[in-house]
């Protein structure tokens, strides 16, 4: 205990003397662990893309069970990653959110607005002392029919909602987000069939990196024209012609770097 | 529901009616408000604003409607804050109807629900004292809607400019004063469009149909 959090990590209600919750700092880690998720806002829609570690042989991993991606109304759809449990309660608020707006206004809830609201109950539970807080992060996607637009938020364990062009979290965060940023999504937007096609490409490239021998599985939505602006998985051909182009493509990057060790060696 | 009016309470025997136009709309409605037989008010205002480009035309027991508007006025703006945007005329109509609805056994309201908003345009609801709510080409309501259905039926058409709208809504509303009881007073008109809202009135003397004119 002394050498971490000296006493001041036992309970999210309580701030170290230098300003940190270590509580929720934790609870950050935990999504760290899990699978990488990734977003990306294109000019005509918006991908989610997730790697599911499968941790056993055994295990079914097929839309029915071990389900990474849900759709929470026909306009939004949720990535998260983390705790698969806690996703779940998220998953679940989303839904109720996203419903109960309905009831009240008459319309679909705008996705900022859903995303602010989950934003607030997911802060709530790093405010109490009997709370644990949320070990799983969660990748909105969602299109607004008022305005036609469509919008990516990433909702952390903190409860800090931001808006994204492109996004990435859980284990491969940081290698994902360096590839994002190669795309330069906030000045020349994508289209969402070559969306897919790099979220495929960042999946399977950092499953490489990693010496992670476990095999992955990976889901894949959108919403876009193709989907009738509505929260679909990926269809299969698209997503398999999408996966064939990624395979190729980091296989050639390969190459391309042993050629390049091989002129090093040369010169 | 089976509910008889409380002794002396105040009701807007009513001629209210939502006419859309090319970019926008226009609400109208007499100005008297009665206690039986007594014309407790006859320059009352009928037309209320909801939010920006909302409005709101009321029927029945003045106190249920004042109180329904304030509800849903509240409710709109605190809408717009959420969502950093201006309410459509869809929400505020759905707000009214949930209202209205649920309490239906207490209230005696019939309202239209009418304005502009950037998604849909100009658009007419009108939400009944069951509590249902319709989307309609147009719009009539209260006591005075009777007397002027058929003239409506003749006169409307889809397409009309401001002006035409205006003046359509104006001779409708003369010719319900006219033959009903419950209606009277003065006109009054607002029309929404993008541009905003125009308040118009016009004196009991000046009607485009009335009694001084015609008879």
Same mark, same amino acid.
């Given at each position: 205990?002394?050498?971490?959090?000296?006493?001041?990590?036992?309970?999210?209600?309580?701030?170290?003397?230098?300003?940190?919750?270590?509580?929720?700092?934790?609870?950050?880690?935990?999504?760290?662990?899990?699978?990488?998720?990734?977003?990306?806002?294109?000019?005509?829609?918006?991908?989610?893309?997730?790697?599911?570690?499968?941790?056993?042989?055994?295990?079914?991993?097929?839309?029915?069970?071990?389900?990474?991606?849900?759709?929470?109304?026909?306009?939004?759809?949720?990535?998260?990653?983390?705790?698969?449990?806690?996703?779940?309660?998220?998953?679940?608020?989303?839904?109720?959110?996203?419903?109960?707006?309905?009831?009240?206004?008459?319309?679909?809830?705008?996705?900022?607005?859903?995303?602010?609201?989950?934003?607030?109950?997911?802060?709530?539970?790093?405010?109490?002392?009997? $709370?644990?807080?949320?070990?799983? =992060? @969660?990748?909105? !996607?969602?299109?607004?029919?008022?305005?036609?637009?469509?919008? %990516? &938020?990433?909702?952390?364990?903190?409860?800090?909602?931001?808006?994204?062009?492109?996004?990435?979290?859980?284990?491969?965060?940081?290698?994902?987000?360096?590839?994002?940023?190669?795309?330069? $999504?906030?000045?020349?937007?994508? =289209? @969402?069939?070559? !969306?897919?096609?790099?979220?495929?490409?960042?999946?399977?490239? %950092? &499953?490489?990196?990693?010496?992670?021998?476990?095999?992955?599985?990976?889901?894949?939505?959108?919403?876009?024209?193709?989907?009738?602006?509505?929260?679909?998985?990926?269809?299969?051909?698209? $997503?398999?012609?999408?996966?064939?182009? @990624?395979?190729?493509?980091?296989?050639?990057?390969?190459?391309?770097?042993?050629?390049?060790?091989?002129?090093?060696?040369?010169? | 529901?089976?509910?008889?009016?409380?002794?002396?309470?105040?009701?807007?025997?009513?001629?209210?009616?939502?006419?859309?136009?090319?970019?926008?709309?226009?609400?109208?409605?007499?100005?008297?408000?009665?206690?039986?037989?007594?014309?407790?008010?006859?320059?009352?205002?009928?037309?209320?604003?909801?939010?920006?480009?909302?409005?709101?035309?009321?029927?029945?027991?003045?106190?249920?409607?004042?109180?329904?508007?304030?509800?849903?006025?509240?409710?709109?703006?605190?809408?717009?804050?959420?969502?950093?945007?201006?309410?459509?005329?869809?929400?505020?109509?759905?707000?009214?109807?949930?209202?209205?609805?649920?309490?239906?056994?207490?209230?005696?309201?019939?309202?239209?629900?009418?304005?502009?908003?950037?998604?849909?345009?100009?658009?007419?609801?009108?939400?009944?004292?069951?509590?249902?709510?319709?989307?309609?080409?147009?719009?009539?309501?209260?006591?005075?809607?009777?007397?002027?259905?058929?003239?409506?039926?003749?006169?409307?058409?889809?397409?009309?400019?401001?002006?035409?709208?205006?003046?359509?809504?104006?001779?409708?509303?003369?010719?319900?004063?006219?033959?009903?009881?419950?209606?009277?007073?003065?006109?009054?008109?607002?029309?929404?469009?993008?541009?905003?809202?125009?308040?118009?009135?016009?004196?009991?003397?000046?009607?485009?149909?009335?009694?001084?004119?015609?008879?």
């Amino acid at each position: 205990m002394a050498s971490s959090g000296s006493g001041y990590d036992l309970s999210a209600s309580t701030f170290s003397p230098d300003g940190r919750i270590f509580q929720v700092e934790y609870a950050t880690k935990a999504v760290e662990n899990a699978g990488t998720v990734v977003g990306i806002k294109c000019s005509n829609g918006v991908v989610l893309g997730c790697a599911k570690p499968i941790h056993h042989k055994m295990v079914v991993a097929t839309s029915g069970s071990y389900k990474r991606i849900h759709t929470c109304d026909t306009h939004i759809g949720v990535a998260s990653t983390g705790f698969l449990p806690d996703s779940r309660v998220l998953v679940q608020r989303t839904t109720e959110e996203a419903a109960d707006w309905l009831e009240q206004y008459g319309g679909k809830i705008p996705p900022h607005v859903l995303a602010d609201r989950l934003g607030s109950y997911v802060h709530y539970f790093t405010l109490h002392g009997a $709370l644990r807080p949320f070990g799983a =992060a @969660a990748v909105i !996607a969602g299109h607004d029919p008022d305005t036609k637009e469509c919008s %990516l &938020h990433l909702l952390e364990p903190n409860g800090a909602p931001y808006r994204f062009y492109g996004v990435a979290t859980g284990k491969g965060k940081q290698a994902a987000k360096t590839e994002l940023e190669k795309l330069n $999504l906030h000045k020349t937007p994508i =289209a @969402a069939d070559e !969306a897919v096609k790099q979220i495929l490409r960042i999946l399977h490239l %950092l &499953h490489q990196e990693s010496k992670d021998s476990k095999p992955i599985e990976v889901e894949v939505s959108w919403i876009c024209e193709a989907s009738g602006w509505k929260h679909k998985g990926v269809p299969k051909d698209v $997503l398999k012609t999408s996966e064939d182009w @990624a395979k190729e493509q980091l296989e050639e990057e390969e190459e391309d770097d042993d050629d390049d060790e091989e002129m090093e060696e040369e010169s | 529901m089976s509910q008889k009016n409380r002794e002396g309470e105040v009701l807007t025997g009513t001629t209210i009616l939502a006419l859309p136009f090319e970019g926008g709309v226009v609400v109208c409605a007499d100005s008297r408000t009665s206690t039986g037989t007594y014309v407790a008010n006859r320059v009352s205002d009928k037309l209320v604003q909801l939010s920006d480009y909302i409005y709101c035309c009321r029927s029945g027991s003045a106190a249920d409607t004042q109180a329904l508007t304030d509800y849903v006025h509240y409710y709109l703006s605190q809408w717009s804050l959420d969502t950093g945007r201006i309410p459509t005329v869809k929400t505020a109509a759905h707000l009214m109807r949930r209202l209205i609805y649920q309490n239906k056994d207490q209230l005696q309201a019939g309202v239209i629900v009418a304005g502009w908003d950037p998604v849909h345009g100009g658009s007419v609801y009108t939400i009944t004292l069951g509590g249902s709510c319709l989307e309609l080409p147009f719009a009539t309501g209260g006591s005075g809607s009777i007397f002027i259905a058929g003239l409506l039926d003749a006169e409307f058409s889809n397409g009309m400019d401001m002006a035409e709208a205006r003046n359509l809504a104006k001779k409708a509303c003369s010719h319900a004063m006219c033959r009903d009881g419950s209606s009277g007073g003065v006109i009054r008109t607002v029309v929404i469009s993008a541009d905003g809202v125009d308040r118009d009135y016009t004196p009991g003397n000046d009607l485009p149909f009335g009694p001084v004119a015609v008879w």
